[in-house]
């Protein structure tokens, strides 16, 4: 047990802390942006705001969020730790270190994670707090027609103050009712400085993933002359250019088209 606890508490055990974290939180921002692909649906929120309350609900789901949250807090208080330490003392280096020259990326991660630690406070405050213990976030109704498949939406006010969501049919109307976070998020998305703010943060998303990707496929000593070419793809034009597009388009969307 000391040797485990040695080892974590080495430069090397603390990068590979930072390298199982990263690559967790990797698959979430997957996860995240297919969900949030709904807010490019053109039906008025239903698919978007369905989708945040089976995530809200649904209680494996509610599990593995617990786990995120702690992900990140674990993710930005070792690599605050790192940073620190490396002003202290010469760096360690990866298990498999590249010769070539450091990138501006890799010089530039602990700026990079503060942005993103920075958003990520903004944005559950803005948005999942809200969404959860907060009356601000309203309801929506959307009532669709099963013979024509016809949708009609509308405000709704629970009676119960513990009223969460309900899905029941009336005669041939299929009737949902839900929290409506759909019109929190186009009402912050109209906001030039919200926009700035996500848009920024994407772009430090898009670096801080170029470098820490590979990054961590190197600290857990996961290289091959076969596979890591690979990884620096997926690592480049996935995760370092398709996932903070793909974010910061939804801001972009909604303030100049929606």
């Known amino acids: 047990m000391s040797e485990i606890k ?20 990797c698959t979430f921002i997957i996860v995240h942006l297919g969900g949030n692909l709904f807010l490019f649906k053109d039906d008025q929120g239903y698919g978007f705001n ?6 809200t609900h649904f209680p494996p789901i509610e599990v593995v969020a617990y786990l995120l949250y702690g992900a990140i807090l674990v993710h930005g208080i070792y690599a605050l730790i790192l940073t620190l330490n490396n002003k202290k003392a010469r760096p360690v280096a990866y298990a498999s270190q590249d010769k070539a020259p450091a990138s501006w990326s890799s010089k530039n991660m602990g700026l990079l994670g503060s942005i993103l630690f920075l958003f ?11 969404y959860k213990y907060t009356d601000t976030v309203g309801f929506k109704e959307y009532r669709t027609n099963v013979l024509s498949n016809v949708t009609t939406v509308s405000d709704f006010v629970p009676t119960d103050p513990n009223f969460e969501h309900s899905a029941t049919t009336v005669n041939e109307d299929e009737i949902v009712r839900v929290k409506d976070l759909h019109t929190k998020v186009s009402t912050s998305f109209h906001n030039i400085w919200y926009v700035l703010i996500y848009v920024i943060a994407m772009g430090s998303l898009s670096f801080h993933l170029l470098h820490g990707f590979q990054s961590a496929f190197q600290t857990l000593g996961w290289t091959h002359r076969k596979y ?3 990884v620096k793809f997926i690592g480049t034009w996935f995760f370092a250019v398709i996932i903070p597009i793909g974010f910061a388009l939804m801001p972009i969307v909604y303030y100049f088209f929606k």
Request: proline content about 2%; overall charge positive; hydrophobic content about 50%.
């Open 6 to 25: 040695q080892t974590f508490n080495s430069s090397l055990g603390k990068k590979l802390i930072m390298a199982l974290t990263g690559l967790f939180l």
């Open 50 to 55: 369905v989708y945040a309350n089976f995530l």
């Open 120 to 130: 990520i406070v903004i944005h559950m405050s803005d948005f999942w707090y809200k």
């Open 228 to 230: 890591t070419p690979v």
